[in-house]
């Protein structure tokens, strides 16, 4: 069964660092999400991408995040500068179209120390 | 705006007994409901769902039932197993929309 894939699993960094984490969705999907999950909260949705152009980017902080799907396939979600708030799980989820049920990967989880 | 309510954890059992994690929710229009269920340390992996009112979504013995007159999506399962053990989402998407609205999460323990 084709899987979202996700890396790193895990990153600890430093604050005023920068991150990266990179997601593969499922082959043929269109839509790709990135969410924020917080210890003991649902995710949040960050960015969606439908292709290569993003669609929906109204909860990114714009001042420290960046997002991008330069061929409309794998995507990489940046941090730059990383702050303690910004521990959490990163998810990324995968759709055929923008309406379609989303899978999610397994996560990276951040730590910022 | 739409939202999503659970019930909150943890909800402990043992092992054999009947399990309903209540979930309701607000939403503008028809939206599609979805219970996703995470395991320690993984991401979300969806369980089940339903797009439209009176649907049974169900899978690995849980299911649950779209009542739009109650706007309630509650998960059961008869007998649980320890190997439920895990958090588990509400979730819903509006009609002709793509982002999915997340309750908090409710944790289940199974105990042998």
């Known amino acids: 069964e084709a899987e979202v894939a996700q890396s790193p699993r895990y990153k600890i960094t430093e604050k005023s660092q920068a991150v990266a984490f990179w997601c593969d969705p499922i082959s043929g999907h269109a839509t790709l999400y990135w969410y924020r999950q917080i210890l003991g909260q649902g995710p949040e949705l960050l960015v969606q991408?439908?292709?290569?152009?993003?669609?929906?980017d109204s909860q990114l902080p714009k001042d420290r995040f960046s997002a991008e799907r330069l061929k409309g396939v794998d995507s990489t979600l940046k941090i730059q500068p990383a702050e303690l708030g910004d521990s959490a799980m990163y998810l990324c989820a995968s759709s055929l179209e923008r309406t379609d049920t989303q899978y999610f990967g397994p996560g990276t989880r951040l730590t910022v120390l | 705006g739409n939202s999503v309510t659970q019930m909150e954890g943890p909800v402990t059992l043992s092992e054999e007994a009947f399990l309903t994690i209540n979930c309701t929710y607000t939403?503008?229009?028809?939206?599609?409901l979805f219970w996703y269920v995470q395991y320690p340390g993984e991401g979300l992996q969806l369980l089940l769902k339903a797009t439209k009112a009176d649907d049974k979504g169900s899978n690995k013995g849980f299911e649950a039932t779209y009542r739009k007159e109650t706007t309630s999506f509650h998960l059961e399962k008869g007998s649980v197993q320890v190997s439920d053990s895990a958090v588990y989402f509400c979730a819903l998407i509006n009609s002709g929309y793509s982002t999915l609205t997340f309750g908090k999460g409710t944790m289940l323990l199974v105990s042998p």
């Open positions: 991408f439908q292709d290569e152009s993003v669609v929906d």
């Open positions: 939403a503008t229009g028809y939206p599609s």
